[in-house]
């Protein structure tokens, strides 16, 4: 991807996280609840042992969100995880998306696969939609980490670091 | 004022460095979207304004352009209460004070200030109403500075790192000795007025050394911080390379952005590129799964327990040599039968997981010729 494509998806990136109701202190699970809640549909998450081929795995039924994640991984791996998977989410990527490429029976043996919309997994940047999921992803993240935890001096911190996007 | 063909080399360097220190911190800083960011910035682009015209060339530019004599003068002066205000802003802030008592006094003191330069036919200093501008340009800033000193002094002292206290101090320091040379102006301009010899405040102590070094000390004290944790992020982000190398050798996939050059030569945005390659060597070891051998795992753990390792060193170590053992059976194809199970060591939070990623690296380097080839890519 060349220089310009890729500020380009930086800042396309940076005004969605501008809306973004990031909670303070930082955590995946309640961001996830609030995007739910701002969409209307609920967004369950479920850490699952070794995915085959992804460690994340986004699975839009008809009325839920479900994003799985690595279960044996460490808890920031995770939250990127679920990060990158919530991207998909917040960039309406499902609609571009090719139901049937994961087989989510496997996974789910209750789940109709009827029911899937679409199924998005973490697994390498090819496309451009995994791209633009990891960027927004890591800007979160990045976002969120320099984000005031209500102390003083971590507001001065904050404000006085200047390495942030 | 000095010409520049008559300025020494000191005196050249006492007036242009300290504009040329903020500009570059102003021009490199990055733009932040919440008040206390904007308060820095404010900081920096008052400290730059208000250097930058008080230089010879500044005066000459802004005289040229503007057909005035004083105008810089007054530019500067303007610049210095705006860094005043968004200094004491920023203190508020942080402590989620919501005062603005400062803001009307700046701004009104200012307008006076503006008045007394309408009134005086030129700024020098047995004019009339210099003497008035001079106070009021005190006046204005006193106050500020005062809470400035007390709260930089309170938060120095509730600073939890060695290098946000030392930053705190040198804004102290710097805030007094601006404080004193606002004070020693104020008597220069009084001696004018009611005929009397200020010694003091003609020397060169007072009328440039002060100030030189009240600038630097708050411009020093203004970046230190961002500086200081910079160059560590930068350290550690090294410290990765290794590990990063050699999982990004065996699996080009897991990189979002492979990098260009050298480590060494990656600047800017170090903190997001720390926060990469911490999420990429997951990737790689995640995708190294089906090649960890629990055999290799137990040798290495004796190993690294008959060498004295123990707690995080000891499991950093067991890693590096799961890690550098499953990279050759991945390049060889041949998996192990029976995969390792064992719990996933690493931190809990960011900086944890950041931390026990360098120990493991800085094992796998350690590892020599027994570890795969980690060239530079």
């Not at chain 1, 800042?11 to 109701?21: E, G, I, S, T």
């Not at chain 1, 279960?71 to 990158?84: A, E, K, S």
């Not at chain 2, 400035?148 to 705190?168: C, E, K, N, Q, S």
């Not at chain 2, 990656?266 to 070891?285: K, S």
Request: charged fraction near 20%.
């Amino acid at each position: 991807m060349n220089v310009f494509r890729r500020l380009a998806l930086r800042r396309r990136c940076r005004a969605r996280l501008r809306d973004l109701p990031l909670p303070v202190p930082f955590d995946v699970h309640e961001l996830c609840d609030r995007v739910a809640t701002r969409r209307g549909r609920p967004i369950r998450l479920l850490p699952v042992a070794g995915l085959t081929g992804v460690c994340g795995l986004w699975i839009a039924t008809g009325t839920t969100d479900l994003i799985c994640y690595e279960r044996d991984t460490t808890r920031p791996h995770q939250d990127h995880i679920v990060l990158h998977e919530l991207a998909h989410v917040l960039c309406d990527h499902y609609p571009v998306s090719l139901p049937g490429k994961y087989d989510t029976t496997a996974l789910f043996p209750d789940l109709d696969p009827a029911m899937v919309r679409a199924v998005l997994g973490r697994a390498g940047y090819s496309s451009a939609e995994e791209r633009e999921a990891e960027t927004l992803a890591s800007l979160i993240r990045q976002r969120a980490t320099t984000r005031a935890d209500g102390t003083l001096h971590a507001r001065l911190h904050d404000a006085l670091d200047d390495d942030r996007e | 004022m000095t010409s520049f063909a008559d300025a020494t080399v000191g005196e050249l360097i006492r007036q242009y460095l300290p504009p040329l220190l903020a500009w570059v911190v102003l021009l490199t800083r990055r733009p932040g979207e919440d008040q206390a960011r904007r308060y820095v910035r404010n900081i920096l682009l008052g400290f730059t304004i208000s250097l930058t015209v008080l230089t010879p060339g500044g005066h000459l530019l802004v005289n040229g352009i503007a057909g005035t004599t004083d105008l810089p003068r007054l530019i500067g002066h303007a610049g210095m209460l705006l860094a005043a205000w968004a200094g004491f802003g920023l203190l508020l802030h942080v402590n989620g004070m919501r005062r603005r008592w400062h803001t009307w006094w700046l701004v009104g003191v200012f307008c006076a200030m503006c008045v007394f330069f309408a009134l005086t036919p030129n700024l020098e200093p047995a004019s009339p109403w210099v003497f008035e501008y001079i106070v009021a340009y005190a006046v204005a800033q006193l106050p500020v500075y005062a809470g400035i000193m007390w709260l930089g002094v309170r938060y120095a002292r509730l600073a939890d790192t060695a290098v946000l206290r030392v930053a705190l101090h040198m804004v102290v320091a710097g805030t007094a000795i601006a404080s004193l040379y606002l004070v020693s102006k104020s008597v220069l301009s009084a001696s004018y007025r009611f005929s009397f010899a200020d010694e003091f405040g003609r020397s060169t102590f007072a009328s440039k050394l002060a100030p030189t070094a009240a600038n630097l000390l708050v411009l020093v004290g203004a970046v230190l911080p961002a500086a200081v944790t910079g160059l560590g992020r930068h350290r550690r982000y090294r410290q990765l390379g290794p590990l990063w190398r050699a999982l990004y050798r065996a699996d080009p996939a897991i990189a979002l952005d492979p990098p260009a050059v050298p480590d060494f030569l990656v600047l800017g945005r170090i903190r997001l590129r720390l926060y990469r390659r911490v999420i990429e060597i997951r990737d790689g070891l995640l995708a190294l799964r089906p090649y960890r051998d629990p055999a290799v795992a137990a040798a290495a753990r004796e190993r690294a327990r008959r060498a004295g390792l123990h707690g995080s060193r000891l499991d950093a170590a067991v890693e590096a040599a799961v890690v550098a053992a499953a990279l050759r059976a991945r390049a060889e194809g041949t998996a192990p039968g029976d995969t390792e199970h064992a719990a996933v060591t690493g931190g809990d939070d960011l900086a944890a997981e950041t931390a026990f990623l360098g120990l493991v690296a800085s094992a796998y380097r350690a590892l020599g010729p027994r570890a795969p080839a980690a060239q530079q890519v």
